[in-house]
């Protein structure tokens, strides 16, 4: 089963507007990250946060992480049509090794 | 600085014929791959990992294989395609150590007809 789920499915806000996407996950982990992918095209990593964290920054984007309720959240604050993408968690289990795994993703469209 | 290439980027390929997506690393040594597939607005489902030359680790039962003949490189592999086989293919890597920040190759779309 998918150890990330992101809610929503899918976002549409306008231009200038902030942008919150939630990621839930079921076990321990070592950090959860965020990446973007744009259509077609691989995805990019976007920010890392690790389980001693609760809140992280990197330009418009902010992190949370609640490890008690197993769940993050991604803010983009201001967006621009240039964030049209879809955002997906990706945790780092502590039983899982190398690998990360990921949810299903958030489509989120910005409309100018 | 590290780069990631696969190819082809698209591929159209008839049920029942051989599979060989490629993908090498530049820039890094002894890195950590990953090859996933991604079905039309889903997430990722990791086929294989690498942590090093020969080994290799199946996360998913399938018509697919995966080798990395040299460190850098990561090859998919089918003998036989199926329909299901669809979709779109994106290659990996990683450190060794540390958080296992993944950077992602630009992709490849195949579709089996």
């Known amino acids: 089963s998918q150890q990330g789920e992101e809610d929503p499915q899918a976002l549409s806000i306008q231009e200038g507007e902030n942008a919150t996407m939630n990621c839930s996950y079921k076990?321990?982990?070592?950090?959860l990250q965020w990446y973007r992918q744009n259509s077609g095209r691989g995805l990019v990593h976007l920010i890392l946060?690790?389980?001693?964290?609760r809140e992280k920054h990197s330009g418009r984007l902010r992190v949370t992480l609640d490890t008690s309720k197993k769940s993050s959240s991604l803010l983009i604050t201001a967006s621009r049509a240039a964030d049209t993408a879809s955002y997906f968690c990706?945790?780092?289990?502590?039983?899982?090794?190398?690998?990360?795994?990921f949810g299903g993703g958030t489509r989120v469209l910005v409309k100018p | 600085s590290q780069t990631i290439h696969q190819w082809p980027a698209t591929l159209v390929q008839p049920v029942g014929s051989p599979l060989s997506l490629e993908c090498t690393v530049e820039?890094?040594?002894?890195?950590?791959l990953y090859w996933y597939r991604q079905a039309a607005g889903r997430g990722l489902q990791l086929l294989f990992y690498?942590?090093?030359?020969?080994?290799i680790s199946s996360e998913v039962p399938q018509n697919l294989s995966a080798s990395r003949p040299q460190d850098r490189q990561f090859i998919l592999s089918s003998k036989k395609l199926l329909l299901s086989d669809s979709g779109f293919y994106l290659c990996?890597?990683?450190?060794?150590?540390?958080?296992?920040?993944?950077?992602f190759g630009p992709g490849t779309r195949l579709t089996v007809t």
């Open positions: 990996a890597w990683s450190t060794g150590t540390g958080d296992y920040e993944q950077y």
């Open positions: 076990t321990s982990i070592n950090n």
């Open positions: 946060i690790r389980s001693n964290e």
């Open positions: 990706a945790t780092d289990a502590r039983a899982a090794g190398n690998k990360l795994t």
């Open positions: 820039g890094t040594s002894n890195p950590n």
């Open positions: 690498s942590i090093g030359i020969d080994q």
